[in-house]
């Protein structure tokens, strides 16, 4: 099992930049695809970014392509979320999530493991 926090969230204005953490216990984190999704208010879930378990492969959601990178650091347990050019429609809760089976994926229900989330504000 592994515990998931995040930290890193504020207020930031449009256009600006966060970068979002995510510290996992445990000594097997370079054996879970990290991943992570974020909850407007009012809305579901959705897929933001996802890493494979070397940090070779990721997949982005089209409306943060180009804007967010995600990256980890294996030797520090750590996922990260890259955010630029923030805007108005990026304010949400941002979930980090893991997965030790399978491949980089943007399906909520393939992972097993949650973190409580951060919040985000981007205002104008």
């Known amino acids: 099992q592994v515990q998931l926090v995040e930290s890193g969230g504020g207020l930031v204005q449009v256009g600006g930049s966060l970068r979002l953490s995510c510290a996992a216990s445990?000594?097997?984190?370079?054996?879970?695809?990290m991943a992570w999704f974020r909850q407007a208010p009012g809305e579901e879930r959705e897929f933001v970014a996802s890493?494979?378990?070397?940090?070779?492969?990721?997949l982005y959601a089209d409306s943060v392509k180009g804007r967010f990178t995600i990256s980890r650091d294996n030797t520090k347990n750590t996922v990260y979320l890259q955010m630029n050019t923030l805007k108005l429609e990026d304010t949400a809760v941002y979930y980090c999530?893991?997965?030790?089976?399978?491949?980089?994926?943007?399906?909520?229900?393939?992972?097993?493991?949650w973190g409580q989330g951060t919040q985000v504000t981007v205002s104008s």
């Open positions: 999530a893991s997965r030790q089976t399978g491949l980089v994926s943007l399906r909520e229900d393939e992972y097993e493991y």
């Open positions: 890493i494979s378990r070397g940090g070779l492969t990721t």
């Open positions: 445990g000594r097997t984190f370079g054996s879970y695809v």
